[in-house]
């Protein structure tokens, strides 16, 4: 407990730092209001409009979120498909790292010929971004189970559907897992990416990515940098969900979410 | 478990085993193992012990000749055959009872039946204690435990042991073949054994076979003339120690040739 007070205390120490050093350096070579605003002026910023940086944080968060959950259950139904054979594997393995590597940006523009702006074309990217760590993470997980585990479920004569439900989805758990705390991250990303390309710009649908798009072509610098703060909240927030959903299925019997006892 | 010694339980006929590439692992072995018996392969790694195992679980199938369990094919006995491996192989996100209840729950006995079978073994065992524990929390000896309760469960009338103790320590291993030997007189099952441990293998088997590597094959067939029931008091008789320097010296003979 008094470990976790002077961590904390640290983690403080060094945030308050960086204020000091930002207001110094705004004093020294009197950077002007729209190149750097003050930290006190986006204090004031978050403050005063509040509302609008609320509602634009809640349509960032339903498009990630939903290009999240989207991508699990395809992850998952992919992964499934993956482990079945080898082949399987061989022939579309090399399409979820094209996944991986197609630059988002590039297609950002397709996606809004075909889908049209707004909320699902975002969450639509966010899906495509944040799918392929769940595909790998869990086609991992459900292959790598110890040969003699399936002899076991061999000598006892049970079925298919025995082997995958009580052998191979269970331990394929704390890959997906993995895979899921991924791509928390990146379907944030994603989606912020997204709303720069494909976001509403009806009133009150903008995004955090279109908001920072309308900010800084307005020179509102001061707003500008209160939404990179909710961006970082939103995707700290997302993250940290998934660890405690991970901890909250892991902790009784998954080494990773053992608590070490020196704490 | 009547007049069961007419039919062999387990009877291998010219059994030969080669892998893809041609390495043979086991030639010409034809033996019979009868009812009640404990019968322990004991070889130099690279004689083709597990491999037996294997075959006799249908896991694996021969390239030439017949194996026979109670008369039937070997997948075809696998009903009545259990099967502890060199590691406890458990399911880590289940507890203890849930582990042990596994072979009943994939053969579809019914919960209630399931409970009360898996209460027995686990006073059988001694693990009552640590019932609702994940395998995680337990040492290797407690979890080497639950495995063979796990093959118990089903009633198997043949056991097959694969090494079960090779990575506890001796307190622990000598303890587990004395639990073994007695749960064996308690339950009548034939047992298969293999092992690289002299000392482990004339103390649980009614005989041992020494096998030759390179490839596999029996080299010699020693019964174990040894009172029963054997307890540890046996172990610093002078009758072990010949009855474990006669088999060591036909061990030591395999590497020679």
Redesign the interface.
Known sequence: MKQRLVTLANAAGVFAGLLVFWQLVLWIFRVPRYMLPSPWAVAQAVHDRFPSLLVSTGITAEEAGGGLVASILVGVIVALLFAQSRWVRKMFYPYTILLQTVPIVAIAPLILMWVGSGTPAVALIAFIISLAPIIANTTQGLISVDENLVHLFIMHNASPAQRLFKLRLPHAVPSLFVGMRIASGIAVIGAITGELYAGSSHVGEGGLGYSILYASSQLQTDYLFALVLAATVLGFSFFFLVMFLEWYFLRRWHESARVPETE | MSAGSAVPQIEFTGVAKRYGDGRVVLNALNISVSKGEFISFLGPSGCGKTTILKLI?G?TTPSEGTIRIDGMTPAGA??T???I???P?L????TVTQNIG??L???GVASPMRAKKVVELLELVGLAHVAKA???ELSGGMKMRVSIARALA?NPRLLLMDEPFAALDEMSRDRLNEEVLRLRAEQGWTGVFVTHSVAEAVFLSTRVVVLAPNPGRIHAVLPIDLPSPRTSALRSTPEFDSTVARAAHSLRETLAQ
């Open positions: 679980s896991l696998r009903e055959v259990s099967y491996f060199q590691d192989t399911l880590p996100w289940r596994l072979g729950e994939l053969e994940y395998p995680r089903t």
